[in-house]
């Protein structure tokens, strides 16, 4: 089965964090990303560039900003393969912004 595990947290916060609170957390991200990418369990994930950046593209021509304004933001996600969710919720709670933010674990949906 497929999941996102969808990372959220303050945006604000991350930008003002020092240079080495920044270094210590990608650091962090990256043992977490070579852990699941040698248990085969990695698919894919990327971050987000700032909400700020965001365009949504409306029915009614009113495109503007980030389709949904939330405390936290939505920055980043990883898609992984698991046995169940069990196993999504276990690599979810590994992840770094698990601590400081929220980390929401969905399945993907799989059509034959």
Same mark, same amino acid.
């Given at each position: 089965?497929?999941?996102?595990?969808?990372?959220?947290?303050? %945006? *604000?916060?991350? !930008?003002?964090?020092?240079? #080495?609170?920044? =270094?210590?957390? !990608?650091? #962090?991200? #990256?043992?977490?990303? =070579?852990?699941? @990418?040698?248990?085969?369990?990695?698919?894919?994930?990327?971050?987000?560039? $700032?909400?700020?950046?965001?365009?949504?593209?409306?029915?009614?021509?009113?495109?503007?900003? $980030? !389709?949904?304004?939330?405390?936290? =933001?939505?920055? *980043?996600?990883? +898609?992984? %393969? *698991?046995? &169940?969710? %069990? =196993? *999504?919720? #276990?690599?979810? +709670?590994?992840? $770094?912004? !698990? @601590?400081? &933010?929220?980390? %929401?674990? @969905?399945?993907?949906? +799989?059509?034959?």
């Amino acid at each position: 089965m497929k999941y996102m595990l969808l990372i959220y947290g303050d %945006e *604000a916060a991350q !930008a003002s964090a020092t240079p #080495e609170q920044g =270094q210590a957390v !990608a650091d #962090e991200y #990256e043992a977490f990303t =070579q852990s699941i @990418r040698s248990s085969g369990n990695y698919l894919d994930g990327d971050p987000f560039m $700032p909400t700020t950046t965001a365009t949504t593209v409306s029915p009614d021509g009113s495109n503007g900003g $980030p !389709a949904v304004t939330t405390s936290p =933001q939505l920055l *980043a996600y990883y +898609k992984v %393969e *698991a046995e &169940g969710p %069990e =196993q *999504a919720v #276990e690599m979810a +709670k590994r992840i $770094p912004h !698990a @601590r400081f &933010g929220a980390v %929401e674990v @969905r399945q993907v949906v +799989k059509y034959d």
